[in-house]
């Protein structure tokens, strides 16, 4: 069965066909690294972690390209308000170069702990002002820019087709001024690059040819991609949020620069909601990974919770359905951490796996099929082979996790190793008895192919 990709262009499934053979193109906007990543900006990065595994599990080599925004993305998509990064510089009293350089190490170290996969190419904005400049020049020559008091902007109207991809009623925007116009000429109209206040000096600007300023926030993932994967390649990457505005406004330029649509294919994940509805920066209502850490929840936990949800709905994020994920991840550890190893997968299974995945990444039924194997009567060696290929694309890392020894009294060691005794002489009554008396004690006692297993209680004990 082929591999079948959701594709927002086309607005159908796809099947998925590379561009050039066997190598794949993939680009994935990035955070702006002007505060912490919150949980729902991370379960978009699994989804396209997922998305990377599942395409080489097809057999491709993927290069890789995420972006780093550290200069250019304002508040307000309309192209008002401040520059994030010098927002985020006047909260903490710190540089925007310096929490540049702390935030963007605080989201690698998100992203360590999801075990995503690392990139080909990290690709900062401020280290692509050349490019980004030479891309507005190019823009300027084929008549589609203009100038204002504040900046360079793109003239939507030179295109019919601006918005496709979000279906935007471009001539409603325009009666209906839905945005400040400013200086603009249409509402949809957007920024290539701004002017720094003739009053003040700001941390990150640049000479250009329309005077000193910054790029704007879209312009960078057009010249960026284009660089290093081409003008045209297979796949680009974000959350739905972007598609009505900054992955359309891509498409403009690199429409007008290059005569393509940058991506074969664009994807999107969906909104993780806290009950209260979405959660965003702007309103403080953001829950962090670090505080999922605080409260005891293994990263990988929530990475599952990720799982359970298929990319293209919405994720209602509440601490029982952590807590569920948290239990799930712990007893297929549990399971798994028993079984030898040196068996061969289970074809079948491993079949059944990689249709669901090609299935537009269907990671609930992949889940499903691995628990089918969890409690199968296949060997035990086999189920732990054949686990082991799914992990490939869950990317839980179950092969590396080790479970916590606790300090066992002697006393209750003793009793463990009667116990142990008891089952090699299938005196089963006396091995019953035993396993009521560590229970007793604050001690559960579980059997398993690799023999019984001795772990605390939730008393304390």
């Keep these: 069965m082929p591999l079948v990709l959701y594709d927002t262009w086309s607005r159908t499934l796809r099947d998925f066909t590379p ?5 794949v193109g993939l680009y994935c906007c990035g955070p702006t690294v002007y505060d912490h990543a919150h949980i729902g900006n991370l379960r978009t990065y699994v989804f396209e972690d997922v998305l990377r595994r599942v395409l080489t599990l097809n057999g491709y080599t993927v290069r890789h390209v995420v972006n780093i925004t550290d200069v250019g993305h304002l508040v307000s998509d309309a192209d008002e308000g401040e520059d994030k990064m010098e927002k985020g510089s006047r909260r903490t009293g710190e ?19 999801l075990n995503l996969l690392e990139p080909a190419l990290w690709c900062r904005a401020t280290d692509h002002i050349v490019e980004q400049i030479d891309f507005i020049a190019d823009l300027e020559r084929n008549g589609y820019t203009y100038c204002t008091a504040d900046g360079v902007y793109f003239d939507t109207s030179k295109q019919d087709d601006y918005g496709f991809l979000a279906r935007l009623d471009t001539a409603g925007l325009q009666a209906g001024k839905r945005v400040a116009l400013g200086d603009k000429r249409h509402a949809t109209d957007f920024a290539l690059w701004k002017f720094s206040p003739p009053d003040s ?14 790029p704007g926030w879209h312009i960078e993932c057009s010249a960026m991609s284009a660089k290093y994967l081409g003008p045209w390649f297979d796949i680009h990457c974000g959350g739905e949020d972007h598609i009505a505005v900054h992955h359309s406004n891509e498409i403009a330029q690199t429409q007008a620069r290059h005569g393509t649509r940058l991506a074969n294919f664009w994807m999107h994940g969906h909104f993780l909601t806290l009950d209260a509805g979405k959660m965003s920066k702007s309103g403080g209502d953001f829950v962090r990974l670090q505080t999922l850490i605080d409260r005891g929840i293994d990263p990988l936990a929530y990475r599952y919770l990720c799982l359970s949800a298929h990319y293209r709905s919405t994720l209602r994020f509440n601490l029982e359905a952590l807590d569920a994920a948290q239990s799930a991840l712990e007893r297929l550890r549990r399971a798994y951490v028993q079984w030898p190893e040196g068996g061969m997968p289970d074809a079948n299974s491993v079949e059944r796996f990689k249709a669901e995945v090609d299935q537009d990444l269907n990671l609930p039924r992949a889940l499903a099929v691995l628990w089918d194997v969890v409690r199968s009567d296949l060997p035990a060696a086999t189920r732990r082979a054949t686990v082991d290929r799914f992990d490939a694309v869950l990317g839980l890392r179950l092969a590396d996790w080790k479970e916590d020894v606790p300090d066992i009294p002697t006393d209750i060691a003793l009793l463990f190793d009667e116990r142990d005794k008891a089952r090699a002489a299938k005196d089963w009554n006396e091995a019953d008895r035993l396993r009521e008396q560590l229970r007793a004690e604050g001690w559960l006692v579980e ?15």
């Excluded at 561009?19 to 190598?23: E, K, N, S, T, V």
């Excluded at 059997?447 to 004990?461: A, S, W």
């Design 95 to 113: 540089s925007a170069w310096a929490i540049a350089g702390r935030y963007t190490e605080a989201f690698m170290s998100d992203w360590r702990a």
């Design 19 to 23: 561009i050039q053979a066997d190598h």
């Design 447 to 461: 059997d398993g192919p690799g023999g019984q297993v001795l772990r605390p209680r939730d008393t304390g004990k």
């Design 201 to 214: 000096t700001r941390q990150m600007e640049w000479d250009s040819p329309w005077g000193r300023g910054f």
